[in-house]
């Protein structure tokens, strides 16, 4: 059986955008039209994935399938009543908004959101890329899935409740993590050395989590609860009370956990 070949209009030209853009063409489906109220970013996606390019919502063609909004959290409510009157599926592709945002204008509501972050100029193997899918009703949820497979091996249904908790963990789990790179970064440069220095330890955690429980993993001075090199951390940022607390916010919730996971009260 011959698979169905969908119309696919992106709202948005950011990085979500740019690669679902791409892997729904690859996957052979049609990009109709990219739509960004920065023509100029609008028409470099649209020349890669064959589409028409607009920035404006006026210019938006009834003649698709489906409209993916990639587009910044807040902007999703005041886009989908533009949308509404065509009476296509509209799908979001956020963690954290739930799809009640389009259920409340239409019933032709979906949600498509890829666990990954994302650049640009950078390749993501799309099949190793989790995607949690949200229908208004069975037909809609089936349809997405589909899709979902079309382009990826790891496919959820995951509900708003649960997903803006994914969300959160995600935050956790990469956005605050690579803000600690960050910081390791700015201190190693602040003494005349170079973050590369650092790359092998953070492949190696991350390798190390693959087959276990992060908890189960960790190491360092607070789970030793090592006090001596601990204040003497905290001397050595004496001139910067910011990071001062986050050190100190970060040791005590890892002897928390290491305590709960010893049994002790």
């Known amino acids: 059986m011959n698979k169905h070949v969908m119309r696919i209009t992106i709202i948005g030209s950011g990085n979500v955008a740019t690669h679902l853009a791409a892997v729904f063409k690859n996957a052979g489906h049609r990009i109709a039209q990219v739509y960004s109220r920065n023509l100029h970013n609008a028409l470099l996606l649209a020349y890669h994935v064959g589409a028409e390019a607009i920035d404006k919502p006026e210019d938006i063609s009834p003649e698709a399938d489906i409209f993916f909004l990639a587009i910044k959290d807040d902007a ?7 949308l509404s009157s065509y009476n296509k599926l509209i799908v979001h592709t956020s963690g954290a908004v739930g ?3 389009i259920i409340k204008v239409t019933t032709n509501a979906g949600v498509f959101y890829p666990l990954q972050t994302f650049s640009k100029t950078k390749e993501v193997n799309f099949r190793e890329v989790p995607l ?38 995600a935050v956790f789990a990469c ?4 803000h600690l790179y960050a910081i390791g970064e700015q201190l190693l440069t602040g003494s005349g050395m170079n973050f590369d220095m650092l790359r092998p330890l953070i492949a190696e955690t991350a390798d190390k989590i693959k087959e276990h429980s992060p908890a189960g993993v960790q190491t360092g001075p607070a789970v030793r609860n090592d006090e001596l090199t601990m204040q003497s951390h905290l001397q050595m940022l004496n001139d910067k009370p910011d990071l001062q607390e986050i050190y100190t916010r970060l040791s005590q919730d890892i002897i928390k956990n290491q305590n709960t996971r010893n049994g002790d009260k």
């Open 175 to 178: 956005n605050f993590t690579n």
């Open 132 to 169: 949690c899918i949200e229908g208004a009703d069975e037909a809609i949820t089936q349809t997405l899935e589909g899709l979902a497979r079309d382009i990826s091996n790891k496919v959820y249904r995951i509900n708003s409740e649960k997903r803006k908790v994914l969300h959160l963990a």
């Open 76 to 82: 999703i409510p005041a886009f989908v009543p533009l």
């Open 99 to 101: 799809l009640n945002a």
